[in-house]
């Protein structure tokens, strides 16, 4: 394959894009990430492609647009009904978690406390096979364990 995956990520925390875009390199040369500090952003970036992203990872907790907020505008819009959406949060709370699958995300993986546990949970997550994958209740949620 020679045409990278484009991924986009999208957190205001610079740290947390860093080690992404570590890690992603880290694990194949098949990715280029791009970055993006907010949901504007983002947006603005999806809206005048190209790149057109192979996959969207997506901090919930962020200034301005919330996680939540471009979430529901990327689903209302049928150019973006069906790009994988992967939440990326420190949030563990349940009901939170729910709420991003009701709202459309096809994924969700809890930021690990250490890169190691990072790594891992990012790797597994770019191997899933969107076109087939179904989220219910026993495989939404990224376990670290």
Do not use: C
Request: proline fraction near 5%.
């Amino acid at each position: 394959m020679n045409e990278k995956l484009t991924i986009f990520y999208t957190d205001d925390d610079i740290d947390d894009l860093e080690f992404f875009k570590t890690i992603v390199s880290m694990i194949s040369e098949d990715y280029a990430v791009i970055t993006h500090m907010s949901g504007s952003q983002l947006l603005h970036a999806l809206n005048n492609p190209p790149p057109n992203p192979h996959m969207v990872f997506l901090d919930i907790n962020m200034p301005g647009m919330s996680g939540l907020e471009v979430l529901q505008t990327l689903r209302k819009s049928e150019k973006f009904s069906s790009l994988p959406i992967v939440m990326f949060s420190t949030t563990r709370d349940e009901s939170i978690v729910l709420k991003t699958k009701e709202l459309g995300a096809n994924y969700y993986v809890p930021k690990a406390e250490n890169f190691k546990l990072l790594r891992k949970s990012i790797e597994y997550t770019l191997q899933i096979n969107w076109d087939s994958f179904i989220a219910d209740r026993s495989n939404y949620l990224y376990d670290n364990n």
